[in-house]
């Protein structure tokens, strides 16, 4: 056997280079907010694996129906036939829907596949191939979902040419822009729409685009909620166009914003043609879906979609169980309370003349919450800043490195210097309490 140290070793060794790390622990178990390692450290979890274990590590309700359900049928090709558990979690996902239109589903593994799935549907279901998509989205980093993805080169650098017929305009968010922070939601939105109109009349013909693709909350962009008449607005281009609007909610879904999906608060008269699905589905088991409706289905070729593993059925299981967790009403209180809580200490971080100087913007959502720090080399962040007061660089890495020190596991997001905020959403108050102590002292630490 290894020591812990040695398994670090280990893994630095062997472990494919190309991905990233926060710190290179060993995790043995995980229980609600707390994540353990090989050496029996302590750590409180502020990531939940990106958005994933929404119910916190291990909820005996989701555990124990995976259990059960291992023992019961762990696999079966869904090419071959039903199973029971994607027909139920199918049952507990149609009343969950944003739009009653959305009653077909379609289960994968990963947000990037769901995405692949999205594009495919888009593009039979049109004839149409070009697709548009925001700055700094995420939608993964496959070679199809990646040529949508538009937040860092990194996730795609020295592997194109990718996808052709990708076009990319600003999402209504003022770095988007070029603008400063303080510019009106409402300026944004116009501002937003322009470009759009623009790609619209000068690169591609609206009749060669299949879909646009949008996150409602963008993620690895920096958690910047989209303006309700922006999304407005593109459901009236689509309609006009014919183009189908994607919505992608893999990061935003399952009560993350305080309800089941981002775009229940932001446009709940919305019509997605698509919704895009992963992350907390399942609490951690590996499903991602595509939900949308009969007509555009059918316009799928019969074999067309399908892979090996695509609605587990452990996963579909596990899914099944979260969806009675999310339904009970618990979930949507605690991220309400929670939601308010953290934000009030980002406030004050922002208020506080100790710390101010260092922040450009706090942004949340329920618990998708951010705050967005100063860049001293771009001008638009600096803002209100008096002439001659010092904004040090990478204050959002130095501020990771201080939580990180003291066994607060946060994440930056990949634009700009944001820390992003995704707790579980059975996060208590406590748990909020000791994890923004110590996130405050790490900026005022940063500001000293
Ligand atoms: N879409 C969004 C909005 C995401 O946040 C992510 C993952 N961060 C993806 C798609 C891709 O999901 P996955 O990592 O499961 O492939």
């Known amino acids: 056997t290894r020591s812990a140290a040695q398994w670090s070793d280990f893994g630095r060794d062997h472990v494919c280079h190309g991905l990233g790390r926060l710190k290179d622990h060993v995790i043995v178990r995980g229980d609600g907010l707390d994540l353990y390692t090989a ?35 762990v696999h079966l090709q869904c090419s071959i036939s039903f199973h029971a558990p994607y027909l139920q979690l199918i049952e507990k996902l149609l009343p969950a829907m944003p739009h009653e239109s959305l009653d ?3 289960f994968w593994n990963s947000g990037s596949e769901a995405v692949e799935a999205a594009i495919k549907l888009a593009r039979q279901a049109t004839g149409r191939q070009n697709l548009i998509v925001f700055n700094g989205a995420y939608h993964g980093r496959t070679m199809g979902s990646g040529a949508l993805t538009r937040s860092k080169p990194i996730y795609t650098q020295g592997t194109g040419p990718l996808m052709p017929g990708v076009f990319s305009t600003a999402f209504p968010y003022w770095h988007s822009l070029g603008v400063n922070p303080s510019t009106s939601e409402e300026e944004l939105v116009r501002l937003a729409e322009h470009q759009l109109d623009l790609i619209l009349r000068q690169q591609t013909a609206p009749k060669d685009v299949a879909a646009i693709f949008i996150e409602p909350v963008q ?6 909620a989209c303006p309700p008449a922006f999304l407005k607005h593109l459901r009236q281009v689509c309609d006009k166009h014919g183009i189908l609007l994607v919505i992608d909610e893999v ?23 698509v919704l895009v699905f992963a992350k907390g589905v399942a609490n951690g088991f590996p499903i991602s879906g595509i939900a949308s409706n009969k007509d555009l289905m059918s316009k799928l070729d019969v074999g067309s979609m399908g892979g090996t593993y695509s609605g ?13 967790v999310y339904q009970s009403g618990e979930i949507e209180k605690n991220v309400a309370a929670r939601g308010a809580e953290l934000t009030d200490y980002l406030r004050k971080i922002a208020d506080s003349p100790k710390t101010k100087h260092l922040v450009a913007e706090v942004r949340t959502m329920g618990l998708m919450s951010s705050i967005e720090f100063r860049i001293p080399t771009d001008p638009l962040t600096l803002e209100g800043v008096p002439q001659g007061t010092n904004v040090p660089k990478n204050i959002g890495k130095r501020v990771q490195e ?4 003291r066994d607060l596991m946060v994440l930056t997001t990949s634009c700009f210097d944001t820390i992003r905020f995704i707790p579980a959403l059975t ?14 002292a790490a900026v005022e630490n940063v500001a000293r």
């Open 39 to 73: 050496e029996g450290k302590k750590l409180l979890d502020f990531t939940a694996g990106i958005g994933v274990t929404n119910l916190g590590h291990c909820h005996p309700h989701v555990s124990q129906a995976a259990a059960a359900q291992v023992n019961n049928l």
């Open 219 to 224: 993620g690895e962009g920096g958690y910047v």
């Open 104 to 106: 077909q589903f379609f």
């Open 312 to 324: 587990n059925a452990v996963a579909c299981a596990a899914g099944v169980a979260a969806q009675e």
């Open 427 to 440: 996060v208590s108050q406590e748990q909020i309490k000791t994890a923004m102590d110590i996130f405050t």
């Open 251 to 273: 990061q935003s879904g399952f009560f993350r914003t305080g309800s089941y999906f981002a775009i229940d608060q932001l446009a709940p008269e919305l019509r997605p043609d």
């Open 402 to 405: 201080y939580c990180l020190d």
